[in-house]
């Protein structure tokens, strides 16, 4: 039978507040926050960043940071730069609240089955690393497509909480309050791209979260910052380099074979 390991160490907490926390720090520290404005092109002059051509017109910066989650290839690919990652879909439920659920609760992983559920507002949180992970080409989504309306499969989270019943039996019996999901980006080693291009000076990456974005994301800012600021990052960055891939071509056939593996052993477990 699968073991059910409490993560005593993991924390959580509401993935929305964070990104408006840091869009109101950083405002506070005298940026410009530009919300509903997409980056149609990256603007390249003999080899390097001059700005970006934006729903707002161009706005000059020798510095870009592609940063658009699902959309990095895009972004990138405007401008004629190629990066080797993937986007595919993450979804979980919120239970309806159960008796006993406390907050104080530890996370749990039945590693085996890549299942893990934690305690949220008096009920539970869970999801899942699924064995047949979706990929999606994000051109063929349309201009206006918000990841709100991205269509979630209920039936492969249920096929789930069935193979974990003897463990978690809870996940069948309890109400669904809420079904969410987003479009997470996967590479082919499970590690992020963070850092310079290799052939346009001032573009950086800041993506490929592997589903781990939101908890390491204050730490590679700031060693990305300072990679920009100084030249180089406080420690060695190079494992999480666009360089660690060679030169292409990363054919995406290769790269979804990769990087599904990498989704359904998030966990490490084989
Ligand atoms: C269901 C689910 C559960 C998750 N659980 C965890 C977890 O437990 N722990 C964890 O660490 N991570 C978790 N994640 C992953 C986490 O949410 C991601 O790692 C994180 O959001 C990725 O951050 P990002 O900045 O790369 O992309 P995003 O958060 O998607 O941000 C990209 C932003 O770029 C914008 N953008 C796109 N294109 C453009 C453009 N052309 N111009 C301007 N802006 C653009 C988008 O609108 C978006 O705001 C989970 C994800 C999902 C979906």
């Not at 510095?63 to 879909?89: C, F, H, M, N, Y």
């Not at 039945?110 to 999801?127: E, N, Q, T």
């Not at 047949?132 to 497509?145: E, I, K, L, W, Y």
């Amino acid at each position: 039978m699968a073991a059910v390991i409490r993560i005593g160490d993991d924390m959580y907490f509401n993935p929305g507040q964070l990104a408006v926390g840091f869009a109101r720090a950083a405002q506070e520290k005298g940026a410009v926050v530009l919300p509903n404005t997409a980056v149609t092109r990256v603007v390249i002059e003999d080899g390097a960043v001059v700005g970006v051509d934006s729903t707002r017109g161009r706005i000059r910066a020798p510095v870009v940071v592609d940063a658009a989650g699902a959309w990095t290839r895009q972004v990138a690919k405007a401008s004629e730069i190629r990066v080797p990652l993937v986007t595919t879909a993450q979804q979980l439920f919120v239970t309806e609240p159960v008796p006993d659920a406390r907050a104080e609760l530890p996370m749990v992983r039945i590693m085996d089955a890549a299942v893990y559920m934690r305690p949220c507002d008096g009920g539970f949180l869970w999801g899942i690393y699924e064995e047949n992970p979706q990929f999606f080409d994000m051109d063929a989504f349309g201009a206006d497509f918000d990841v709100k309306d991205l269509s979630l499969d209920a039936d492969i989270l249920w096929h789930y909480a069935r193979d974990v019943e003897p463990q978690l039996p809870i996940l069948l019996r309890a109400g669904v309050r809420e079904h969410r999901g987003g479009l997470p980006t996967m590479t082919a080693d499970g590690q992020h791209i963070v850092g310079p291009a290799t052939a346009v000076r001032g573009f950086y990456f800041a993506s490929g979260c592997n589903v781990a974005g939101l908890s390491i994301a204050p730490a590679l800012g700031e060693m990305l910052a300072e990679w920009i600021v100084d030249g180089a990052p406080p420690i060695d960055l190079m494992p999480l380099s666009i360089r660690r891939f060679g030169a292409g071509p990363w054919p995406d056939d290769e790269l979804i074979r990769q990087a599904a593996w990498q989704y359904r052993h998030f966990y490490g477990a084989r």
